[in-house]
């Protein structure tokens, strides 16, 4: 929205849907004093790994035909990556190929960007319900999350008002049809009285 504006744009409503900020705390540099953060980075690791154990635990007892049938996917891609035989990936694979390099250039990128106010009013449209992991399709949730009250204010820090509004679904499948109905009239509200 900022840079729109630079440009000479008119910005008449912004609005985010289901992004999550994490309230990022600013850390000592690394020394010998603090052990180069090594107790923080190793309670993250095990939490990881707990995690992931838990949740293929989860798989295999839950959903064992599709925890197989994942790992087969898994294994399928590796060895093609291994083989270095592109020509043999079908379009699926080539989809979720792009979409890790996609995703890993973007996290990289979050990394590095520095948050900003921005001096207007924001709309947030958080998702009723959260999942560590979800497959809609073949209906796999793993892991509820709550989303906290400091967690959904965090926006606040960065724009002028903000207005939150929680809407049916999960983040995977909040816009679909089963669940847009009353989001779509909430936000047409919303574009109705800014004039867009």
Request: contains cysteine.
């Amino acid at each position: 929205a900022r840079q729109l504006e630079a440009m000479g744009k008119n910005v008449k409503m912004l609005a985010v849907f289901d992004t999550i900020l994490h309230q990022t705390k600013k850390r000592s540099k690394a020394a010998l004093r603090n052990y180069y953060h090594w107790p923080l980075r190793l309670r993250f690791w095990i939490s990881r790994i707990i995690l992931k154990l838990n949740f293929e635990t989860f798989l295999f007892r839950k959903h064992t035909k599709i925890a197989m049938q994942y790992k087969m996917e898994s294994l399928k891609r590796l060895l093609n990556q291994k083989l270095n035989r592109d020509s043999s990936l079908d379009f699926g694979e080539r989809g979720l190929e792009v979409f890790n390099e996609s995703l890993n250039l973007y996290v990289r990128a979050c990394r590095k960007y520095k948050m900003e106010p921005y001096a207007k009013d924001l709309l947030v449209f958080y998702a009723r319900e959260h999942y560590y992991f979800t497959d809609a399709q073949k209906h796999v949730m793993f892991k509820k999350l709550k989303l906290n009250e400091e967690t959904k204010n965090i926006w606040k820090n960065y724009a002028a008002n903000v207005t939150i509004h929680e809407v049916d679904g999960e983040h995977s499948n909040m816009f679909e049809p089963e669940h847009a109905v009353g989001f779509a009239q909430l936000l047409q509200r919303y574009l109705n009285s800014s004039g867009s």
